[in-house]
């Protein structure tokens, strides 16, 4: 199947490759333990397009593969976006107890929400995750910080993606999505990007 005639694909293939590439362009000087969660976060993202791409592209047997990536990225990438966030935000150098408690819950929730087969719950994590993120972002923008604006602009859009059936936008939901966590991608590098710059 060619990658132009199914627009799911190809929003597949600009999404896992806008989010490997953000990595590798704006997070090569942050701390170890940051880079991890950060890297953690968008490889979630990454590989979930990655195997919907194929999917769609009639490789049914990654379906399965898909799901449990998919509750990963709800469960255990949404956690890492907590933690680096605050670690960006609040200028925390991250240490062991952070990255392994992060982890560890993560990798828990994920283990619950596949084992019980209450995949549903992974949006209800997911959208708390972006709640506290967005309230951090709030207090690094009390100190007037230009990264914290940019994380706000990322999980709005983020939230925005979760809805994306609702949005006015003559477009399939399912690329609406894609293209929603696109900007949301650019928008966290943008963030990394003026980790120490003032708004005003």
């Known amino acids: 199947m060619q990658i132009l005639s199914n627009p799911h694909i190809f929003s597949n293939l600009v999404l896992s490759f806008t989010s490997l590439f953000i990595f590798s362009r704006y997070f090569k000087s942050q701390p170890a333990t940051s880079k991890w969660l950060w890297g953690i976060f968008l ?3 990454a590989l979930g397009a990655m195997t ?11 379906e399965t593969a898909h799901d449990f990536i998919i509750a990963g990225e709800m469960t255990l990438g949404a956690f890492c976006l907590v933690s680096a ?16 408690s992060t982890i560890g819950l993560g990798l828990l929730l994920f283990y619950c929400i596949t084992w ?42 983020l939230a925005l993606s979760t809805k994306s059936g609702k949005l006015p936008i003559p477009m399939d939901p399912v690329d609406i999505n894609h293209y929603m966590m696109v900007l949301s991608v650019i928008c966290v590098g943008r963030a990394v990007r003026d980790q120490y710059k003032i708004l005003f």
Not at 52 to 62: N, P, Q
Not at 85 to 100: D, Q, V
């Open 43 to 45: 490889l979630c993202i």
């Open 52 to 62: 919907d791409l194929l999917v769609y592209a009639g490789f049914e047997r990654f």
């Open 85 to 100: 966030s605050w670690c960006l935000i609040m200028r925390y150098k991250a240490g062991n107890f952070l990255f392994g």
């Open 116 to 157: 019980f087969r209450v995949e549903y719950v992974g949006l209800i994590i997911k959208s708390f995750c972006i709640l506290v993120t967005l309230l951090i972002s709030c207090v690094g923008l009390a100190s007037r910080q230009k990264s914290a604006l940019w994380v706000v602009f990322s999980m709005m859009l």
